[in-house]
T-cell receptor, first 116, second 111 residues
Framework: GAVVSQHPSRVICKSGTSVKIECRSLDFQATTMFWYRQFPKQSLMLMATSNEGSKATYEQGVEKDKFLINHASLTLSTLTVTSAHPEDSSFYIC????????????FGPGTRLTVT | EDKVVQSPLSLVVHEGDTVTLNCSYEVTNFRSLLWYKQEKKAPTFLFMLTSSGIEKKSGRLSSILDKKELFSILNITATQTGDSAIYLCAHLGRYGNKLVFGAGTILRVKS
């Protein structure tokens, strides 16, 4: 099956620093990738839709200047959490939509971000 | 605003029991309803339902959609401890390709 990877799987950073998370579709090209945030024992909250070659579409309430998304190629999207604060600590998951699925996406393994 | 509501929010059963998880939705531009299973990390795809009344089956898991009453159920028969997970229901809209998730059902199967 299709594989989506994320890097890093776990990161600890200090308050005020920025952190970049990568999402790659390893064996297919994805024109659209999605970024989610998940709090413990809660569902996935869509943050933004990442479109290759154009600006990301952010969901209501998500600060685009804080969560920078770049979809530079058909296999790579990055999420940069700028000036991180402890409340940004969360599990971030990306997904990539494969063209043959009729709509469902393959998810990456997630990145656990802890801001101290 | 599209809404997906799952129930129950959590459930504890014993091995061998049968469980039914519910998902109701209020959405515009319905396209499909999807079920995912999430253990430690990435959600894994279970079913995509587009048509009413057609059961999809995979081993001990099955799911069906009722587009008139706007809900779907996920059944798991003869549950095993490995079925313990969060089960997520999501709506895929006709436009935009984004998934709107319900809150999930946390299932714990005790041995």
């Amino acid at each position: 099956g299709a594989v989506v990877s994320q890097h890093p799987s776990r990161v600890i950073c200090k308050s005020g620093t920025s952190v970049k998370i990568e999402c790659r579709s390893l064996d297919f090209q994805a024109t659209t990738m999605f970024w989610y945030r998940q709090f413990p024992k809660q569902s996935l909250m869509l943050m933004a839709t990442s479109n290759e070659g154009s600006k990301a579409t952010y969901e209501q309430g998500v600060e685009k200047d804080k969560f920078l998304i770049n979809h530079a190629s058909l296999t790579l999207s990055t999420l940069t959490v700028t000036s991180a604060h402890p409340e940004d600590s969360s599990f971030y998951i990306c997904s990539a939509r494969a063209p043959w699925t009729g709509g469902h996406s393959y998810f990456g393994p997630g990145t656990r971000l802890t801001v101290t | 605003e599209d809404k997906v509501v799952q129930s129950p929010l959590s459930l504890v059963v014993h091995e061998g029991d049968t469980v039914t998880l519910n998902c109701s939705y209020e959405v515009t531009n319905f396209r499909s309803l999807l079920w995912y299973k999430q253990e430690k990390k990435a959600p894994t795809f279970l079913f995509m339902l587009t048509s009413s009344g057609i059961e999809k089956k995979s081993g001990r898991l099955s799911s069906i959609l009722d587009k008139k009453e706007l809900f779907s159920i996920l059944n798991i028969t003869a549950t095993q401890t490995g079925d313990s997970a969060i089960y997520l229901c999501a709506h895929l809209g006709r436009y935009g390709n984004k998934l709107v998730f319900g809150a999930g059902t946390i299932l714990r199967v005790k041995s």
